[in-house]
């Protein structure tokens, strides 16, 4: 059956501050993290940012990767804002890791909720907690992520800012943070989808392309 995807925002922050440093007491700012190991990342988009630190791959839980910080086996862990926060955990967030600086995954932090395209009255329902930004951002960032035929485990990030006019930046990097990628495109809020997709071009022509045949 035919689906039809509606997308909802639950708390505004959550959506723009995916990536927060998470911490012992040492440390009051990622900023004098930076530099000290080991540091724990936990997808390739966030390794590759983390080139001056010592990077471990974190595994497991939140609780467990919390767990790590507390014992003194890592200094710092990436985490997203939205998911600790929804866990009733937004005191352990020391620093937001915020676009345009740091691009988290696209579409991170938002909620899609699924329903049958025929069933009137659930789409009745559900058409009152769609987000018409949040929509417009995701559809913008993941059309970024299907042009590059990208997946959770490459480094891309994207995410669309508002202020100013809707803007959405991109990212692709090597895995060892050696080579950077970055672009902008303002986008058309009546068509987020070919605003991503000009963005991918336009990313993939500048270099990016010779990154990713690479991974």
């Given at each position: 059956a035919a689906l039809a995807l509606l997308?909802?925002?639950?708390?505004?922050?959550?959506?723009?501050?995916?990536?927060?440093v998470s911490r012992r007491g040492r440390y009051a700012t990622f900023r004098m993290v930076h530099g000290l190991a080991p540091h724990h990342c936990d997808v390739a988009r966030n390794f590759?940012?983390?080139?001056?630190?010592?990077?471990?791959?974190?595994?497991?839980n939140v609780g467990t990767r919390l767990r790590k910080i507390d014992e003194?086996?890592?200094?710092?862990?990436?985490?997203?804002a939205a998911g600790l926060r929804r866990l009733g955990l937004g005191n352990r967030i020391v620093s937001l890791l915020d676009p345009p600086d740091w691009l988290g995954a696209?579409?991170?932090?938002?909620?899609?909720?699924?329903?049958?395209?025929?069933?009137?009255?659930?789409?009745?329902?559900?058409s009152q907690l769609d987000h018409t930004a949040t929509?417009?951002?995701v559809t913008a960032e993941r059309a970024l992520?299907?042009?590059?035929?990208?997946?959770?485990?490459?480094?891309?990030g994207a995410a669309m800012c508002a202020g100013g006019g809707a803007e959405l930046h991109g990212i692709i990097a090597s895995v060892d943070g050696t080579r950077v990628v970055r672009g902008s495109i303002h986008v058309d809020l009546d068509a987020p989808a070919r605003s991503g997709r000009a963005l991918a071009a336009?990313?993939?022509?500048?270099?990016?392309?010779?990154?990713l045949a690479e991974l």
């Open positions: 997308v909802v925002l639950i708390i505004r922050v959550m959506r723009w501050s995916p990536h927060p590759a940012r983390c080139v001056l630190l010592e990077v471990l791959e974190l595994r497991g003194g086996q890592v200094d710092a862990a990436l985490l997203a696209p579409g991170q932090g938002a909620i899609a909720v699924q329903a049958r395209a025929h069933d009137a009255s659930m789409m009745a329902i559900l929509r417009a951002a992520l299907a042009a590059l035929e990208g997946g959770c485990q490459v480094p891309i336009r990313l993939h022509a500048d270099g990016g392309m010779e990154i």
